[in-house]
């Protein structure tokens, strides 16, 4: 397919964008413990950017910039959250209790930290796997 002249732009203004918006997923997924936000959301806004990636270039050169595997991204996800879900049950707690504590941190101070971050992490990846992988193979079958 041949690109049109006003792809440039399109593009340019697609690559500033996407770059925000996966800033600002971060910032959704670490304020998320204390305020609204976390694993969910920014993986949503994260495969939101890279959905907006895709249309502005092609699925070729998308797995040329991220060759990721999403399947893979997902059962790694699911395996983290599973795991962190699990791990408290080897100190006879219930499944999904987690832990937390504060430390020194250089540079950061007093900090806490908790292992509900494990288990959003496990659900930004499950996210974006699912999402990505759905939209690649509406994207394949047209």
Not at 57 to 69: A, S
Request: aromatic share 12%.
């Amino acid at each position: 397919m041949k690109k049109k002249p006003n792809d440039l732009i399109l593009q340019t203004v697609t690559t500033v964008i996407s770059f925000i918006i996966i800033l600002f997923s971060i910032n959704l997924f670490f304020a998320g413990h204390y305020t609204p936000g976390g694993g969910f959301i920014g993986g949503l806004m994260t495969a939101a950017a890279l959905v907006l990636l895709l249309l502005a270039y092609d699925i070729k050169t998308l797995n040329t910039i991220l060759p990721f595997d999403y399947r893979l991204m997902t059962a790694a996800g699911l395996l983290i959250a599973v795991l962190t879900g699990a791990g408290a049950l080897l100190f006879n707690e219930p499944f999904l209790t987690h832990a937390y504590d504060y430390f020194d941190l250089p540079l950061l101070g007093e900090t806490s930290l908790h292992t509900a971050v494990l288990f959003d992490i496990g659900v930004y990846l499950v996210v974006i796997g699912i999402t990505m992988t759905i939209i690649q193979t509406i994207g394949e079958s047209e």
